[in-house]
């Protein structure tokens, strides 16, 4: 079956800009998490939601970031006032709820790469 | 507060060799411990994970892993090493009262032929 999709791939923009990075979880996962990867670290956490809404947003560094998630599948991240810093790879995983200790399958990920 | 730690940054052993990837951990109360595997420009693959029951834990492509509660330990193995083995390997924790994973540095593993 299909696995978590995220575009785009490479998103390449200059300081100060707004971005949007799309995520689409596994059919039927109704838990779906965002992380950042920097170069030669491991992912941390930024949002997780149930559903639609945000069971858990304590990772998410400052107000320029935000999620939704209105429909309960595809969500959405966003980056106001992107900053050099802000360059990583953005990571989305999917899982189900309501099973114990249940993993997290992750999509192949956004790059971005701010100027 | 969680934590996972890493301590070897990469690990490099002959094709056929068993080989071990570490992991220590912080959390307080119950850890769920997971395994993930990451490919060049691909994103993180599941390997195993342990949530209870047997501290020998059974994964993907022969991997296995065992939990010491009283080393806080989750070290991942693998009797013979294949050279397609090599990848950037994570450890990950997580508390029964929270769904966000904790991830290590990371281990890069390299297998010589």
């Known amino acids: 079956g299909a696995g978590v999709s995220q575009t785009p791939s490479n998103k390449v923009t200059e300081k100060g800009k707004y971005v949007e990075l799309r995520c689409d979880p596994i059919?039927?996962?109704?838990?779906l998490y965002w992380y950042r990867q920097s170069l030669g670290q491991g992912p941390e956490f930024l949002i997780y939601?149930?559903?639609?809404?945000?069971?858990?947003d304590s990772g998410l560094p400052n107000d320029r970031f935000f999620a939704v998630r209105p429909e309960g599948s595809v969500s959405t991240l966003k980056i106001q006032r992107t900053e050099r810093g802000d360059s990583a790879v953005y990571l989305c995983?999917?899982?189900?709820?309501?099973?114990?200790?249940?993993?997290?399958?992750f999509g192949p990920g956004t790059r971005l790469t701010v100027l | 507060a969680q934590s996972v730690a890493q301590p070897e940054d990469q690990v490099n052993v002959a094709e056929g060799n068993p080989l071990t990837v570490k992991c220590t951990y912080s959390?307080?109360?119950?850890?769920?411990l997971f395994w993930y595997v990451q490919y060049p420009n691909r994103g993180l693959q599941f390997l195993l994970k342990?949530?209870?029951?047997?501290?020998l834990v059974k994964g993907s492509y022969g991997f296995e892993a065992e939990f010491n509660k009283s080393q806080t330990s989750f070290h991942l193995k693998k009797p013979s090493a294949l050279v397609s083995d090599s990848a950037l390997y994570f450890c990950?924790?997580?508390?029964?009262?929270?769904?966000?994973?904790?991830f290590g540095t990371g281990t890069r593993l390299q297998v010589f032929p």
């Open positions: 995983a999917s899982s189900l709820i309501g099973v114990r200790g249940n993993e997290q399958f």
């Open positions: 059919s039927g996962h109704t838990a």
């Open positions: 939601f149930q559903g639609t809404g945000a069971a858990d």
């Open positions: 959390v307080s109360g119950n850890p769920y």
């Open positions: 342990y949530i209870t029951g047997d501290n």
């Open positions: 990950a924790v997580r508390s029964e009262d929270t769904d966000k994973l904790i």
